[in-house]
């Protein structure tokens, strides 16, 4: 993966913890009695484990021995250790230190430093001690110096070389690690960069969607207006016809007329539909409430559409309990959702079948409590239904019967008249409404139609 996380140069303190390996130096000092120190490429240490050695506290006393101290402190840190140089230098004391470069993948991350040891054969005090400083009491540090760890050179050789194995193998570990890490941040910035993207672009598309929808919208308000007004006009002049306002008429011109009559008051149908969906579309439908009668609207729905059931033979019922309370909503919207499911269930039913208008009340857990059903509040619905007894919608058709001018029979044969806007129009209506619209229905025998709608209180208004 290409990725300029995967690419930082690689340090020491990237790729071992400190704790793990100030432990790993602790116990490497403990088992050897010598003391040990791990150094970045700058020189500064990273690790140590060691104790000061009593010959080093005594020296330090001195300003000549503190300042080859220093010297020699400082030659551990700098001298080179490119092929060939020495990897041991020695201390003005007689004790020695070892040295050893940390590399890892063909890059120096540092270096280890043992020590101070003494030989095994060492006994007496060296003369750079006195060289030092003068004041440096031989005598007295003799003792000292000989309580330094022992090692032999080709000893302390081997346990930098196993010091630097371990701390390879350390490495790798933890190289691993760092790689895997890093590949996770990498794929999951690249994962967010790519849903960032692909959100932009949703968003972005939605949004034109939403414009085109609107314009959609604008464009069928428009060109219906302007249809529905000559229409309208076509059907004053043919009524005039009809009725003999401009001489009587035989009766195959009487027949014509008819026709040119019922066909334009379809098509004045369908305009109106168009125009009102466009309208709900473009939330340009104002919602005008007041405290609705549900009992009596209901009895006025099913009386204007009597001529038309005795005409198909079917009978019409109300069956509303006459203590339902009333409902705080928009008389005219709720006429317009009944008319419409009405309509269809005359159109639906063949001759002596039976329809029935209908509305309860029901007490169910508010909507965006689902789930808490015992503790949720309960929310109080008003549940109008259009039931008949007609030839019912197939299981696979009754989500789509919503859809605009979906029609269960599309064919150019069907029997029933109609565009395929009128459930579109009242599922818009209904969720205007606050509410929801469902169909329950069994071919062959019968649907029924539940607008269920909330029965808030308004603020400041009085159901009394
Ligand atoms: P339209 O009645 O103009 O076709 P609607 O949107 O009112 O359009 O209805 C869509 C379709 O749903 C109808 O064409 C019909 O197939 C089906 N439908 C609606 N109401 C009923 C009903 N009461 N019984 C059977 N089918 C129905």
């Known amino acids: 993966m290409d990725d300029p996380a995967l690419d930082v140069p690689l340090a020491l303190r990237d ?15 403990d088992m050897f009695g010598v003391g040990v120190r791990i150094d970045g490429p700058d020189g500064a240490t990273f690790s140590e484990a060691c104790e000061q050695e009593e010959i080093c506290g005594f020296v330090n006393t001195t300003p000549g021995g503190r300042a080859a101290c220093v010297a020699t402190v400082r030659t551990t840190r700098e001298r080179s250790l490119s092929r060939g140089a020495p990897g041991a230098v020695p201390c003005f004391t007689a004790g020695r230190y070892r040295l050893g470069e940390v590399q890892y993948d063909g890059h120096v991350l540092g270096r280890v430093v043992i020590g101070p040891y003494l030989a095994p054969d060492r006994t007496g005090a060296p003369q750079t001690l006195f060289e030092a400083d003068p004041r440096i009491d031989t005598v007295r540090a003799l003792p000292l110096l000989l309580r330094m760890p022992r090692l032999k050179e080709a000893s302390a050789e081997r346990l930098v ?47 034109r969607l939403q414009e085109l929808d609107r314009l959609k919208s604008n464009f069928l308000a428009t060109v219906s207006h302007e249809l529905r007004t000559p229409l309208t006009s076509i059907l004053g002049y043919t009524e005039m016809l009809r009725e003999g ?6 009766s195959e ?31 340009s439908v104002s919602i005008d409430r007041s405290w609705v009668d549900v009992r009596a609207l209901c009895h006025d729905v099913a009386r204007s559409f009597e001529p038309h059931a005795r005409k198909g033979d079917l009978s019409i019922a ?54 808490l059903v015992l503790t949720a509040p309960v929310q109080s619905r008003i549940v109008l239904s259009v039931a008949d007894t007609g030839i019912g919608i197939a299981q696979d058709c009754a989500d789509r019967i919503f859809d605009a001018f979906y029609q269960v029979d599309s064919s150019s044969t069907r029997r029933f008249g109609g565009a395929g ?44």
């Open 421 to 464: 806007l009128g459930l579109s129009i009242v599922r818009r209506l209904v969720e205007l409404l606050g509410g929801r619209i469902t169909v329950q229905s069994q071919p062959g025998e019968g649907s029924v139609f539940e607008a269920s709608l909330p029965l808030e209180e308004p603020e400041g208004e009085s159901r009394a």
């Open 161 to 207: 070389d196993h010091l630097l194995h371990i701390l390879e193998g350390l490495l790798f570990a933890g190289h691993r690690a760092l790689l895997a890490s890093q590949m996770q941040i990498a794929s999951s910035r690249e994962s967010y960069r790519e849903l960032s993207e692909k959100s932009r672009q949703l968003t972005a598309a939605f949004e």
């Open 15 to 29: 790729l071992i913890g400190s704790e793990v390996l100030s432990d790993f130096l602790r116990t490497f000092h």
């Open 245 to 250: 306002l401009a001489g009587a008429l035989n």
């Open 253 to 283: 011109q009487k027949e014509y007329v008819s026709t040119i009559h019922t066909k334009g008051e379809q098509l004045l149908g369908l305009i109106t539909g168009i125009l009102d969906l466009a309208k709900i579309d473009s939330a």
């Open 318 to 371: 109300v069956a509303v309990p006459r203590d339902l309370p009333r409902l705080w909503t928009d008389l005219e919207r709720l006429r317009q959702i009944l008319v419409n499911l009405v309509d269809n269930a005359v159109k639906f039913t063949p001759p002596g079948g039976a329809m029935t208008i209908g509305a309860r009340i029901e007490a169910s857990p508010s909507d965006d409590d689902i789930g």
